[in-house]
């Protein structure tokens, strides 16, 4: 008898969970997951940008300094280039 009442579906039921069931506390703690990841990328960047802050002073006179050596060594070269010019040209006027 008990055949015939499975058969017919009169029988116990085993419910089965919807989709939305299933996911919605996955997608809970993906979402948990996303906003700890976020915060933490946020305090990076500020991070970074405070470091970038602190050291851009230091960086600029660097390059300064880079600017003023080159500047330097190119009118050194200038100044040779010029004298070898000038030396030509007095051997070729005597």
Same mark, same amino acid.
């Given at each position: 008898?008990?055949?015939?009442?499975?058969?017919?579906?009169? /029988?116990?039921?085993? @419910?089965?969970?919807? /989709?939305?069931?299933?996911?919605?506390?996955?997608?809970?703690?993906?979402?948990?997951?996303?906003?700890?990841?976020?915060?933490?990328?946020?305090?990076?960047?500020?991070?970074?940008?405070?470091?970038? %802050?602190?050291?851009? @002073?230091?960086? @600029? %006179?660097?390059?300064?300094?880079?600017?003023?050596?080159?500047?330097?060594?190119?009118?050194? @070269?200038?100044? %040779?280039?010029?004298?070898?010019?000038?030396?030509?040209?007095?051997?070729?006027?005597?």
């Amino acid at each position: 008898m008990s055949n015939l009442n499975n058969i017919r579906g009169s /029988g116990e039921r085993v @419910r089965k969970t919807t /989709g939305q069931q299933v996911w919605i506390p996955e997608l809970s703690e993906t979402e948990e997951r996303l906003l700890k990841k976020r915060e933490f990328l946020k305090e990076k960047i500020n991070q970074e940008l405070l470091f970038a %802050k602190k050291n851009s @002073r230091a960086n @600029r %006179k660097c390059e300064i300094f880079e600017r003023k050596v080159c500047f330097f060594y190119k009118t050194a @070269r200038q100044v %040779k280039k010029n004298q070898k010019m000038a030396a030509l040209a007095s051997e070729e006027t005597s």
